[in-house]
């Protein structure tokens, strides 16, 4: 599958959520899509379900627009936080309604997922709580087996031995049905380890479009005196520094260091990299193409 997104805009009213984005995204990998609350994620993704048409530009799924049309749309299976369901549907209707939608999907594998996550079939979803609805959600998204699997936001309400249940069921479905599979989470630090691209937005534009391992390489801390740190650093990239008590810690992006003298030389996590990388003040510093 293909996802290409080329100067795509979305605008509410007098909001824009997506401006001019231009993004490809093709094969099978797990792909973690982050951004501050506001950047156009869940836009993004709602517009790949065909839930509402774009306000400019072109968005293709295997060179086929997404909205309004069934050929596409049964190929994306887009788990959101909340309102997946009716409320007044059973479980047992929202798997049966599933599994006429969606053309792959695994009757016996939902079964499954009913029993590991406790899901009684014959309760409303209304009556579901947080974390028992998001179960839900978590359920129909890995037994769609759908070509494009979207998950924003699914583990609301779960407590964390329910979430990495669920991460180690989407590594498991992944590895016996690969596929293209798109995580929206604020939880980066759970699933890095997942990942296989980032993509971030950013005031509904792409800021980054990486591997991860490119993303670890791209970037080094240096931790030290603030004398030998301002020596080695000056007209470097820096996106984030400290000092305390006379040691000074920097983080470079993008920069090739062969000599650090006496510093200690770290990484930072996804999560802290992300956070460096999206403060209004690196910004400029670090918008790029996408791989």
Not at 110 to 133: E, I
Request: hydrophobic share 40%.
């Amino acid at each position: 599958m293909i996802i290409k997104a080329k100067n795509v805009r979305k605008q509410y009213h007098k909001n824009v959520a997506l401006n001019d984005l231009n993004l490809t995204l093709e094969g099978n990998k797990i792909i973690g899509l982050l951004g501050k609350n506001g950047a156009g994620k869940t836009t993004l993704m709602r517009l790949l379900a065909g839930h509402f048409l774009k306000s400019g530009g072109e968005l293709t799924i295997n060179n086929e627009a997404p909205f309004n049309n069934y050929a596409a749309m049964k190929n994306v299976c887009l788990i959101m936080e909340s309102n997946n369901f009716h409320d007044k549907f059973r479980v047992k209707d929202i798997l049966n309604i599933s599994a006429n939608f969606y053309p792959n999907w695994d009757r016996e594998y939902a079964n499954h997922l009913v029993n590991v996550f406790r899901l009684n079939k014959n309760q409303k979803a209304k009556t579901l709580s947080k974390g028992m609805y998001s179960a839900l959600g978590i359920i129909v998204g890995l037994a769609s087996n759908a070509p494009i699997t979207i998950f924003d936001e699914p583990y609301i309400g779960l407590d964390a031995a329910f979430r990495s249940t669920f991460y180690d069921l989407l590594l498991e479905t992944y590895q016996n049905n690969p596929r293209l599979i798109i995580l929206s989470t604020h939880l980066i630090d759970e699933v890095s380890k997942l990942f296989e691209e980032v993509v971030i937005l950013h005031e509904g534009t792409l800021m980054l479009h990486d591997t991860a391992d490119n993303l670890e390489q791209k970037h080094i801390i240096l931790t030290g005196s603030k004398e030998e740190i301002d020596q080695i650093t000056s007209g470097r990239n820096i996106i984030h520094d400290s000092t305390m008590m006379g040691q000074k810690t920097v983080v470079l992006y993008d920069e090739n260091i062969t000599e650090a003298g006496s510093l200690k030389v770290s990484k930072a996590s996804l999560q802290e990299l992300f956070v460096y990388l999206t403060k209004e003040e690196v910004n400029k510093y670090v918008r790029t193409n996408e791989i």
